[in-house]
């Protein structure tokens, strides 16, 4: 019975090393999703630059500002700390795809915007 009672009191102080493990493991947990949230943050960027670039295409293409609709959207663009990966032309509708490199990771997004169809209400 002594020998029993013996490991039961060498257990004390145990309780610190255990919130140090759940402490740890959070840790570790949160670094591994900040590249993650990092991701997330950068694509919902890129789609507004791509948003942007887009509609200010668009409005070159139909005449409200002088220019060429690509290489405005790649002004707007770079303005949303993106590039253009490619730019599309169809008349007065555009297609423009933005992108911005995080971690060696390329995202991208795609918008497209014009006039309203006719009809369209």
């Known amino acids: 019975m002594a020998r029993i009672r013996g490991v039961v009191a060498a257990d004390e102080g145990s ?6 493990a759940i402490i740890g493991s959070v840790v570790a947990l949160a670094l ?25 295409a668009a409005d070159t293409a139909v005449g409200l500002f002088a220019g060429f609709p690509c290489s405005t959207a790649a002004r ?18 555009v297609t423009v795809t933005a992108s911005r490199s995080l971690l060696g990771v390329e ?12 009809g369209a209400d």
């Open 15 to 20: 309780g610190s090393i255990l919130a140090v």
């Open 32 to 56: 591994l999703m900040l590249p993650l949230l990092m991701v997330i943050a950068v694509k919902q960027s890129v789609a507004g630059a791509a948003d942007a670039s887009a509609l200010a």
């Open 76 to 93: 707007v663009a770079l303005a949303n700390g993106a590039s253009i990966a490619s730019c599309t032309v169809d008349g007065l509708v």
């Open 107 to 118: 995202v991208t997004a795609t918008a497209t915007a014009g006039p309203a169809p006719v």
